[in-house]
């Protein structure tokens, strides 16, 4: 199907580009809104849970199931010599073992499945079983992975024109590194699977997962059956965030087993604590850069190395280690680069997909390197970060896409003067003289982020619209709903095209049986894709009712329009609803399916030359933040945003991910903190150790705007993903922290800021920014502070 | 047997698992799969319900009162006389449009407030208790205090925080819930009392909530071996992590002498079952310099169900109250068949998680000495987020003095021993001293004398260290006045930012 165009104006009392409220919300408020775990149990349903492995890494000697299984109410306890298909579900390459039996990679392995008639006696009788190992050494450190260089996938590199000459030949040199921490998804909603047998002995699988599809094909291999024996639905998940794009698909073939097994309905759902230990997070990483730059703080040249710790298994890391090496420019023009990403094996449960898939890590780089070289030349960051933007001539990736749409350095312009940087910059430094333990920072980031996967089939939706004969239409497409208001703004789209109320257009649950070949809810291309394929289904259904309006009424198919829930042609008009009885009374289909796949994308990976991306996401933040020099404590007072949806479908929701996107990247970057024990088990293994934003953590004065642009690439309605680049917002929330302890230096020392920057993260920072002061500023620097201590 | 009303039905229960929580018996046995369980362990709040208790005030008259409560941390037998609501009623029509709906949930929808809406209908509830609380918008700061134990992954907040607001904008909403709970009470009146000591029993395992003291002693002399529960904050984390299964349940929670709370002549006796809901206010009036302690204890739903006698009684090194009890000279009433004995709070515990606390004893009030004249207090809690998280370090120190020449020292921590323990070293330092920043900082630097804490999942042995000393400077500035204390606002101080 071709990719068309449609004007938001071309129909009057349309619904795109309202602030609908979400489909759900009037159900959600009611707690009317079924998850997984809410719908009623069939008769008979069993309870699953997985037996978990007591070491990071070593080889099973032998299992004692026997007190387990005495355990009243124990079914059947299974081991990988029941699945009678594959035993590896790793999504792209092999790597992730649905049950192990032999080999332990990580802490808390699955290496069993207890079913039980509860969900209490599961769990208890999981704990109960008895693994003897054999422990060998586990690699628990990057560095370590790095030096070995245990890589769960081969590196792989970026370069345009000579990095190290560039950098060699610039008046200034500078490197640094970072460590950057990973995140747990914290969807609210944990994992959870039902499984049941169909009327006709397949299996039907209800899973909270971003990525139905992948489920049905690994329940399927997984049983060595054909896709078509396996139907996943999915109404709603208690969010995703990237946590159920891969990471659902176990617990669903895990119930599936247990059902092909024993013709019972079995529901599997991870307490906490264990969804925590067993589920992927955002990759931690540990990167290092050297760039050289000119007087005026203009790059040169850089040579950035990432390294994603990726876990035990491949997992998507291929994909998101390149996603953080496509990143590492941010919005910056590096006239030289060579970029690096190494994907490192560690003995911890293998990282995933997270809002940003990478990103996020790469792009921080970038923000490291102009508050460095800021730092260096004694410059504002923000005037070193406008030098250094893309603009028209100084335009071309590290990996040779060019970018097209300028439009940060307005962007940047706006806010700065919007929100009022520079003013607020000065009464900060003046704020600063005089008080004694409050620092204040301010610091504005741009994002300019990729939007399409980088896989480039999965570039594809499809989409299936029925119009019932009183002219309600419903509407179904390969999207998940996970709270980004997926299915108001496909709804929005396709009553927009039928010029109908919102209300008219009814949204099901994404199943493999209605729309086939799905890709993951994911890379921020839900809208994009799913609103494409529905656009393209209702202007099938659309072009078949103007011809036949044409022909019946005698008029030129030209003078049909769809507005105001009627249809108005040269001759007369009548309401959608009257239209739809008389077209299925005339046997006009009223049925289509609609298909999209993003044109213009290529990359070839062996070059590392393409153009992976169809277009670029924009935003701008400024933030300012409060920090304690004796504790470290920390706290955002303002933020202001300036954020580029193209079009807005909806701004309200627009503005919730926006929102919610910067409060998770500042979380991500402040108080949300992973921690493994020695022994490789995971420390911070649940809401009491592991710190989320809480609502005062939400800036007191909190400004979010749309920047009025329409997409230049024919998106549908000229509008822009919106799920991931938001959360780089979150990098201002970094930066201004590192701006108010390089206070302590008079602003000429950028401290080594590694994330989470939690309490004691900064006051290490305070520590080593006082002494380099010391050091280099002399006795008579003004630090009325000097009796702070540190042991 | 147990009788409370549920909604708008009067429900009894009497075969039921002692550990069973009223979030696991609404979702498996009643149905209803509005309250969610998002954690189990009291942190999320996507289980929140509200929770009516009728309160009698000092004029005798009485009145149903009503408060959210984790319902993952709440044991069924507790629910004994109350009345529970949850999301599901909250709406009185079935299947309800926008104009049907209650203000907070109408508000939530038109303010965009939920996005995947698995943690809305504990906001919901959230919001309803502000909202049947208070007559009008009580400001930003008791919304984000109301919200604190409710986290949100997708929103950022931000909507919630508006909506809480215009909840108040549309025409009031009747409380229709205090009726339904006087007609519940007029029944359980009019039926014969046969049953004095209500419980729950499930084969050989039981739940008793004793109503007098008597009753209690008596149980813990017969079930040494039973569990006792308050509030349950914490023990309900045992029983959904670590799948304790206890024979034995004993809830003082409603044992009528120990949810005693009084103040006479500047002097507090607050018995071991109270809620911090129902004292923090009052000591906080006399202890002004101990509120943020207390607005930073768990969160709103945790301080309306624990108690101190169940932070003491579990004895772990990082609650807060005990430091503060400690440095406030406080003590405490262990009560058994045999009698009642006083100890001081300090004397109570004796290592990890251990406490002088015999096997058929209770603890039944906590008393607090009249407030010194010249006493200055300092309450410092650390933690990596400011709402509902343990402390990294918890530091109160109370100091008299005559003549600006420290008197007595009593400094208490938490965070930084296996138990919360005094710093005698870091106190003879400060004894004699005079009321000035180098007092302090002279005793802040020998804090590795005191203590040498452990690195945790918090923080390194060393940022604890530090941390201390630090503090000690910041209490050195605050006492000695050296500058205007609200030059040295602090980043934690952000609730009241939030209100600016």
Redesign the interface.
């Known amino acids: 199907m071709r990719h068309f165009e449609m004007d938001k104006l071309q129909a009057r009392g349309g619904s795109v580009g309202k602030?609908k409220?979400?489909e759900?919300?009037?159900?959600?408020?009611?707690?009317?809104?079924?998850?997984v775990?809410?719908f009623?149990e069939p008769a008979g349903c069993l309870h699953g849970y997985p037996v978990l492995a007591p070491v990071a890494a070593g080889f099973i000697t032998s299992i004692d199931t026997k007190e387990a299984e005495s355990l009243k109410g124990v079914v059947r306890i299974f081991s990988a010599k029941d699945v009678p298909g594959k035993i590896d579900i790793g999504p792209v390459f092999p790597g992730d073992i649905l049950l192990t039996d032999h080999e332990i990679e990580y802490f808390h392995q699955p290496v069993l499945f207890v079913v039980a008639d509860s969900y209490?006696t599961a769990?208890?009788a999981a704990?109960l079983v008895k693994i003897n190992c054999e422990e060998t050494e586990a690699v628990l450190d990057i560095h370590e992975a790095i030096e070995k260089q245990n890589w769960v996938r081969p590196p792989h590199s970026l370069q345009r024109g000579d990095a190290d000459s560039a950098i060699k030949s610039a008046k200034h040199q500078i490197s640094g590194e970072l460590s950057v921490g990973g995140q747990e998804?914290?969807?609210?909603?944990?994992q959870v699977a039902m499984t049941q047998l169909n009327e006709d002995g397949g299996i039907f699988v209800q899973s909270s997962s971003q990525h139905p599809t992948e489920v049905q094909h690994l329940v399927a291999k997984i049983l060595k059956k054909p896709f078509n024996f396996v139907t996943v639905e999915m109404r709603?998940?208690?969010?995703?965030?990237g946590g159920k794009e891969t990471q659902a698909a176990p617990w669903a073939c895990l119930a599936a087993l247990a059902t092909y097994h024993l013709e019972s309905p079995v529901k599997v759902r991870l307490?906490?604590?264990d969804d925590f230990r067993l589920t992927g997070k955002r990759h931690p990483f540990y990167n290092h850069y050297t760039a050289g730059f000119d007087e005026n703080g203009l790059i040169e040249g850089v040579h950035i190395e990432v390294n994603g710790n990726c876990g035990y298994s491949p997992d998507l890391s291929d994909a998101i280690v390149d996603r953080a090496m496509f990143h590492a420019d941010n919005a910056y023009y590096y006239p030289a680069a060579k970029i690096v990403g190494n994907r490192c094996k560690l003995n911890t449960v293998s990282h995933t997909a997270f809002r940003g898939f990478g990103g996020p890590q790469g792009m921080i780089m970038a923000e490291l390197i102009m508050d460095d070289v800021a730092a260096k030349l004694g410059q504002d960051p923000l005037t070193i970060r406008k030098a250094n933007l893309y603009r028209p001539g100084r335009d071309v990736t590290p990996y040779h896409q060019k970018v097209e749409q300028h439009v940060l350095a307005g962007m940047i312009e706006t806010l700065e003067k919007d929100a009022q940087y520079w003013e607020r910059k000065e009464a900060i430094k003046a704020f600063n003289k005089?008080?004694?333990?409050?620092k204040k920072g301010l610091a504005m980031t741009p994002v300019k982020f990729g939007i399409s996967f980088t896989v480039q089939h999965l570039n594809q939706a499809g989409a299936l619209i029925h119009i019932y004969s009183d002219g309600s239409i419903h509407l179904n497409h390969g999207g998940t709903e996970?709270?980004?208001?997926l299915n108001t703004k496909v709804a929005q789209i396709v009553a927009h095209a039928f010029g109908v109320d919102f209300e008219t257009v009814g949204v099901t649950a994404t199943r493999t049986d209605k729309v086939p070949n799905t890709s993951p809810t994911a890379a921020s291309s839900g809208t994009d894709l799913n609103g494409m394929a529905a656009l393209n289904a209702a202007n099938t259904i659309k072009d078949r009712l103007i011809e036949f309006v044409a022909s019946h009424f005698e008029v030129e198919a030209e003078s049909v329009e769809f507005n105001d829930n009627k249809i108005i042609h040269a001759k007369g008009e009548m309401s959608f609803a009257e239209l739809a009885e008389l077209a299925y009374m005339k046997r006009i289909s009223l049925s289509s399916t609609g298909y999209y796949a993003t044109p213009k994308i290529h990359y070839d990976r062996a070059k590392a030359e393409g153009r992976p991306f169809f277009y670029y996401s924009h935003g701008v933040a400024l933030s300012e933040?409060?920090?304690?020099i004796?504790?470290?404590?920390?706290?955002v007072?303002r933020a202001d945003i300036l954020h580029d949806v193209g079009n807005s479908l909806n701004p309200?929701?627009d503005?919730?991910q926006i929102?919610?996107?910067?409060?998770?990247g500042m979380g991500w970057l402040t108080?949300e903190?992973l921690?493994w024990k020695d022994s490789g088990e995971l420390?911070?293994s649940?809401?009491?150790?592991y710190?989320?934003?809480?609502?005062?953590?939400?800036p007191?004065e909190?400004n979010?705007s749309l920047f009025d642009s329409a997409n230049p690439e024919t998106s549908v309605f000229r509008s822009k993903a919106v799920g991931e680049p938001p959360f780089m917002l979150g990098f201002s929330v970094w930066s201004a922290i590192r701006n108010a302890i390089s206070s302590l230096a008079d602003y000429k020392y950028a401290p080594d800021l590694n994330t989470p920057a939690?309490?004691?993260t900064v006051?290490n920072a305070v520590?080593a920014t006082k002494q380099w002061a010391a050091d280099n500023l002399g006795a008579n620097e003004d630090t009325q502070d000097e009796?702070?201590?540190?042991? | 047997m147990i009788k409370f009303l549920l909604n708008d039905t009067v429900t009894e229960v009497q075969s039921s698992s002692p550990s069973l929580t009223i979030l696991e018996w609404l979702r498996t046995t009643t149905g209803k799969k509005g309250t969610k369980e998002g954690c189990a362990t009291g942190d999320c709040g996507a289980c929140t319900l509200l929770i009516g208790e009728e309160i009698t005030n000092n004029k005798g008259e009485t009145h149903w009162h009503y408060k959210t409560l984790n319902s993952c941390l709440m044991l069924l037998g507790n629910a004994h006389g109350k009345h529970i609501i949850t999301v599901e009623a909250v709406a009185l029509t079935k299947y309800p449009e926008l104009g049907d709906l209650h203000p907070v949930q109408r508000a939530m929808v038109e303010c965009h407030g939920s996005q995947c809406g698995f943690c809305t209908p504990g906001i919901i509830m959230s919001l309803l208790a502000l909202y049947i609380n208070n007559e009008t918008y009580p400001g930003k700061t008791a919304a984000i205090h109301a919200l604190g134990g409710n986290l949100c992954r997708c929103t950022g907040y931000n909507p919630i925080l508006k909506a809480a607001e215009k909840a108040f904008e549309y025409d009031r909403a009747e409380e229709p819930w205090s009726a339904m709970a006087i007609k519940f009470k007029e029944s359980l009146l009019s039926e014969p009392q046969e049953n004095a000591l209500p419980y729950l029993e499930d084969n050989q395992r039981k739940f008793y909530l004793p109503q007098t003291v008597s009753q209690l002693v008596e149980l813990t002399a017969t079930y040494p071996e039973a569990s006792i529960v308050a509030g349950g904050t914490d023990f309900a984390i045992e029983l959904s992590q670590h799948l304790l299964k206890p024979e034995v349940v004993i809830s003082v929670s409603q044992t009528s002498e120990l949810t005693q709370f009084s103040e006479k002549d500047g002097q507090f006796e607050i018995g071991a079952a109270v809620p911090y809901c129902d004292f923090v206010d009052a000591l906080c009036t006399t202890y002004p310099e101990s509120k943020e302690l207390f607005e930073r204890l768990g969160s709103t739903q945790v301080r309306n169900s624990g108690t101190l006698g169940g932070s003491l009684g579990n004895a772990s090194p990082i609650g807060d109250p005990a430091p503060l009890l400690i440095a406030l000279n406080a003590t405490m009433d262990l009560q058994s068949v045999k009698g009642t004995r006083t100890i001081k709070v300090e004397d109570f515990f004796t290592g990890y998680r251990q406490t002088v606390l015999a096997a058929d004893e209770v603890i039944a009030k906590i008393s607090i000495p009249k407030r010194s004249e010249s006493l200055k207090l300092a309450c410092h809690k650390v933690s990596k987020r400011f709402e509902d998280d343990i402390s990294t370090v918890c530091l109160i120190l109370a100091v008299e003095h005559a003549n600006n020449v420290i008197t007595s020292a009593r400094f208490a921590l938490g965070g930084m021993a296996a138990i919360p323990a005094r710093a005698p070293k870091m106190e003879a330092q400060l004894i004699g001293g005079r009321l000035d920043t180098k007092t302090f900082m002279k005793a802040g630097a020998v804090v590795e004398k005191d203590f040498s804490p452990m690195s945790d999942v918090r923080a390194s042995a060393n940022y604890r260290l530090i941390t201390t000393q630090n503090l000690m400077q910041r209490i050195g500035y605050e006492f000695s006045q050296a500058i205007p204390v609200n030059n040295i606002t602090t980043p934690s101080a952000r609730i009241s930012h939030a209100s600016l």
């Open positions: 602030s409220h979400h759900s919300a009037i159900k959600q408020v009611c707690g009317k809104a079924n998850y775990d809410d009623a209490d769990r208890k704990r998804h914290f969807y609210l909603e944990g709603r998940m208690g969010g995703g965030f307490a906490r604590a005089t008080s004694p333990f409050v996970m709270g980004q208001g933040v409060e920090i304690d004796l504790t470290g404590e920390n706290t007072t309200a929701l503005i919730g929102e919610g996107a910067f409060i998770q108080t903190e921690q420390a911070s649940g809401p009491a150790t710190k989320i934003p809480a609502i005062g953590d939400t007191t909190f979010v939690t309490p004691e006051l520590v009796g702070v201590s540190h042991v």
